[in-house]
């Protein structure tokens, strides 16, 4: 009888499934510490991360100045184009970021101080607006929503938004920190990204390329490039459309004497980012404040005028500013925000709109693909 060999790749098999199952058990038992040790890891790559994204949004000023400057005569501008572009860029794109943070910013954390200075005398306000409108025989309590809102402890909910507990402040302190060192580190890796960007397109290719065949490389290519352009055209245009809504916010709330102006117009600014709802939250704040510090004949003046601008965004200024530039209809657009939202918060609403354009582009091109192909089997079977 033959004897048979120690089979080498059985045993072996069986080590790694067990090796396996015993990482899967591990990583579950210690679910917290895994993903602790995940974003501590991520952490690190914080600045490069910043980098990539800021010469994400910085190459296309770069491109479009090499193309321009290679049609110049003199010799060592179109040699030395690609260096000339990228350095121009990045130089304007800084100072653009010294003059937010040397003017505008200072203004803001100004107002910012203020009203947060006056936010106890405000939330006591609302206290008082709650328990007016909660007594007996008004519309609230009749609705039977008096108990919800007596059960409504203002200063309980903003201990808990803006510090829980001394070790929170000290974490956040930490954190901001952390971030503006990331942001600096950032800043700089965006120069050298810009420099070697062609380098890094190579290297990212050849890494592609050992897994990938050519022609998937490329068809992957192209839908990057695809995908990229509309980010680019939402966030541009996006930016500009909210930069012009917030100079104008800024106007209006300072002929109203609205109180921090400068805060509130900075508010509508960020929130007018996130079609639809933003316009909306954006305004809360404005309202609010000029009620609780003016009345209620000031405020019915603010929201008109915040309805105007709204109405002035949504008719003629974001149609003008972007046109059709991702191409989805509203339906999908308030089905992007809700659910992109619930998942990752204002992050999720900023990037619900491009991020639901980019998945129909592939969608539609997942399914035209897979007609071509149908088409084409029904066709060879016709012939056959």
Not at 64 to 71: H, I, Y
Not at 167 to 188: C, E, H, N, P, Q
Not at 252 to 261: E, K, M, S
Request: with cysteine.
């Amino acid at each position: 009888m033959e004897k048979k060999g120690f089979n080498w790749k059985r045993w072996l098999g069986a080590f790694l499934f067990g090796v396996a199952l015993i990482t899967v058990y591990k990583t579950f038992d210690n679910l917290a510490e895994v993903f602790r040790t995940i974003g501590d890891v991520v952490s690190l790559f914080t600045p490069f991360f910043i980098g990539f994204v800021l010469a994400f949004f910085l190459y296309p000023a770069t491109l479009w100045l090499e193309k321009k400057l290679a049609g110049r005569k003199m010799k060592c501008i179109v040699k030395n184009r690609k260096t000339i572009s990228v350095l121009t860029v990045y130089f304007v794109f800084i100072a653009i970021l010294v003059l937010a943070i040397s003017v505008i910013l200072p203004k803001i954390s100004v107002s910012l101080a203020e009203f947060l200075t006056q936010l106890p005398d405000y939330l006591h306000e609302i206290e008082k607006f709650i328990a007016a409108n909660t007594e007996k025989g008004t519309l609230l309590e009749k609705l039977h929503l008096a108990e919800t809102l007596r059960s409504i402890n203002m200063q309980e909910i903003m201990q808990k938004i803006f510090m829980q507990d001394l070790w929170s402040y000290v974490k956040g302190v930490k954190g901001v920190t952390d971030a503006l060192m990331g942001w600096l580190m950032g800043i700089v890796i965006c120069a050298y990204a810009l420099l070697e960007k062609n380098s890094l397109f190579r290297i990212v290719r050849v890494v592609f390329g050992l897994f990938m065949k050519s022609e998937t490389l490329d068809r992957v290519g192209g839908y990057i490039q695809k995908i990229s352009s509309i980010f680019y055209k939402f966030f541009f245009g996006k930016m500009v459309d909210s930069l012009i809504i917030g100079i104008l916010a800024l106007v209006g709330f300072t002929l109203l004497n609205v109180p921090y102006a400068v805060l509130m117009a900075a508010v509508v600014m960020i929130f007018n980012m996130i079609p639809y709802f933003g316009p909306i939250i954006g305004a809360v704040p404005a309202v609010l404040v000029t009620f609780f510090g003016g009345g209620i004949y000031p405020a019915i003046w603010t929201t008109l005028f915040i309805f105007v601008l709204q109405q002035f965004d949504g008719i003629w200024l974001g149609p003008k500013i972007l046109g059709d530039s991702v191409g989805v209809s509203p339906f999908w657009v308030i089905f992007a925000i809700l659910i992109f939202g619930g998942l990752f918060g204002i992050w999720g609403m900023i990037f619900a709109v491009p991020a639901i354009a980019a998945i129909r582009m592939l969608a539609m091109d997942y399914f035209d693909d897979k007609n071509m192909n149908l088409s084409a089997e029904s066709e060879k079977k016709a012939e056959n």
